[in-house]
């Protein structure tokens, strides 16, 4: 089973002790004392090193060079010396560079036989060279191999998982991480990939690299402990991505179900290029703002309705061929059917991207009468013509006898004093807003203040979930998503 380390560093070798209990009490296997960054600190590194046996977790203790993003001041006789006194006081491993280690060794000496040597690489730039080459040269000098280099688009996941597909089929144990937020999936999936270890940090603490997520995050929202190598990967793509509750609704449906799979969170910036690199190791996908049109060309085959509307926000597979579908289209109608509306309803759909295009082809589809606004009319133009509704400018759609206003755009989530729709509301008239965080944005406020029934983005983001979830698995959890969300929300 995957390991979690936490990394930590004091001032005094006496303060690292709440720090390791507090990394155990959250839930962590090991500490990784950074003997350089206690030195930074003003504490004595030696002390530091002989209080790792004293600590509530073992010990993985690492005195990194600057070479590698470290701050160790002093020559390589005084590191090996302080990695060596950790050793003997009881850590379970040392941390070298591989590009130091003769340089260290001999200062090092033979490690105690319940000490383990790992034997590192780092590039804080880019996605490194010869990497399978550097593990097989750790591997021959008797070392447990760590990579960590730095992705730069979701793509680049796809080298550190085909290292970990490689050492899978050695056999053998492997550390590789890809640094930074577009990295953060190759520590959510440590455990589907077989990772020997991977690192976490503290509730408020910063943590030693980019992309690290505190062990709450990486135990009960991806479920690191469930986790076993080669299971089946989900995730959601988009950018930005870090606000998505995608993995909490589904790994939490996955664990539920006792469905053995995993859902992680992509940042990706190229779509396509995303789909080519690690698509063929995923096995199904959420879409979101802004790349809801652009693996479309890439599937085997598109659902009737994703095609009709022009977007997708879901990638399953159906006899092992990927299938685009839309889940938000569906969401959305149901959502208003749900309101008591009539599917023949005139609906006034602010905005032109994915999620409106759902909207608007969707009730068009059904019999409704759709009006669209847009800030660039062009575009309100183009989505009307392709659904059979009236493109409105700015006056028009104020006066238009629409009975539900539905907010396809962004607006309200990033800047939630903002609304779509600064014009007095109707009383009797029906407002959606497909934005769920913030759950009550300002425009329901407002549209709740004058009399209007309202449709909150919660109820829509849990129905397309929950379709979703039905496509990968034959499974429909809307009451479980419902519930999560509205636990979520209550906070």
Same mark, same amino acid.
């Given at each position: ?18 720090? *390791? ?12 004392? $950074?003997? +350089? ?12 090193? $002989? !209080?790792?046996? *004293? ?26 010396? @302080? &990695? ?16 130091? %280690? ?14 383990? &040597?790992?034997?590192?690489?780092? +590039? ?30 979701? @793509? ?41 270890? /991977? ?19 990486? &135990? ?49 910036? +190229? @779509?396509?290029?995303? %789909?080519?690199?690690?698509?063929? %190791? ?17 599937? +085997? ?25 839309? /889940?938000?289209? /569906?969401?959305? !109608? ?6 008591? #509306? ?43 013509? $392709? ?33 779509? %729709?600064?014009?007095?509301? $109707? ?25 209007? /029934? ?20 034959? &499974? #429909? ?15």
């Amino acid at each position: 089973m995957t390991q979690v380390a936490v990394p930590i560093a004091a001032a005094s070798p006496e303060a690292l002790a709440p720090l *390791a209990q507090a990394a155990r009490s959250q839930g962590a296997d090991l500490v990784e004392v $950074r003997l +350089d960054t206690c030195q930074s600190l003003g504490a004595d590194p030696l002390a530091c090193a $002989r !209080a790792c046996g *004293a600590l509530a977790l073992p010990v993985l203790a690492t005195a990194r060079h600057r070479c590698e993003n470290g701050t160790w001041q002093g020559d390589e006789a005084a590191r090996g010396q @302080a &990695l060596a006194a950790a050793a003997a006081a009881g850590a379970s491993y040392v941390d070298v560079e591989l590009a130091r %280690w003769s340089e260290v060794r001999a200062h090092l000496g033979p490690l105690p036989g319940r000490c383990r &040597l790992i034997l590192s690489y780092h +590039d804080f730039a880019g996605l490194g060279d010869n990497l399978s080459g550097r593990i097989a040269e750790m591997r021959a000098k008797g070392a447990l191999p760590k990579i960590a280099i730095t992705a730069h688009d979701a @793509a680049d996941l796809d080298v550190v998982q085909r290292l970990y597909a490689d050492a899978d089929a050695d056999g053998r144990e492997l550390i590789a991480i890809a640094m930074g937020e577009h990295g953060a999936p190759s520590r959510q999936l440590a455990g589907a990939w077989g990772a020997f270890l /991977t690192f976490a940090r503290l509730d408020g603490d910063g943590g030693s690299a980019p992309g690290q997520p505190t062990v709450k995050e990486l &135990l009960e929202v991806f479920h690191l402990r469930r986790q076993r190598r080669g299971m089946p990967v989900y995730g959601v793509i988009g950018s930005p991505i870090a606000h998505s509750l995608s993995p909490v609704l589904h790994n939490e449906c996955f664990r539920a179900f006792d469905v053995p799979a995993i859902y992680a969170r992509f940042r990706v910036e +190229d @779509a396509a290029a995303f %789909w080519r690199a690690c698509g063929g %190791w995923i096995q199904g996908l959420s879409i979101t703002i802004p790349h809801k049109a652009a693996l479309m060309p890439l599937m +085997d085959r598109l659902d009737p309705l994703a095609r009709q509307v022009g977007v997708m926000n879901t990638v399953f597979r159906d006899q092992g061929r990927t299938v685009g579908a839309t /889940t938000d289209a /569906t969401a959305i !109608a149901a959502c208003i059917a749900a309101a008591g #509306h009539q599917p023949e309803a005139r609906v006034l759909v602010l905005g032109a991207g994915g999620v409106a295009q759902a909207a608007a082809c969707a009730l068009a589809g059904r019999g409704a009468t759709v009006a669209i606004h847009n800030r660039t009319h062009a575009r309100a133009v183009e989505l009307a013509a $392709r659904c059979g509704g009236t493109a409105l400018d700015a006056d028009q759609a104020r006066a238009w006898p629409y009975e539900v206003l539905l907010n396809g755009t962004a607006v309200g989530m990033k800047a939630p004093d903002d609304t779509p %729709w600064p014009h007095p509301h $109707r009383a009797g008239t029906t407002v959606f807003d497909t934005v769920y965080t913030p759950r009550d944005t300002r425009l329901l406020r407002e549209a709740r203040a004058a009399g209007c /029934t309202v449709i909150d983005g919660v109820e829509m983001f849990a129905r397309q979930a929950a379709e979703q979830f039905e496509l990968w698995t034959s &499974l #429909h959890p809307l009451d479980l998503m419902r519930q999560m969300l509205d636990q979520r929300f209550a906070h």
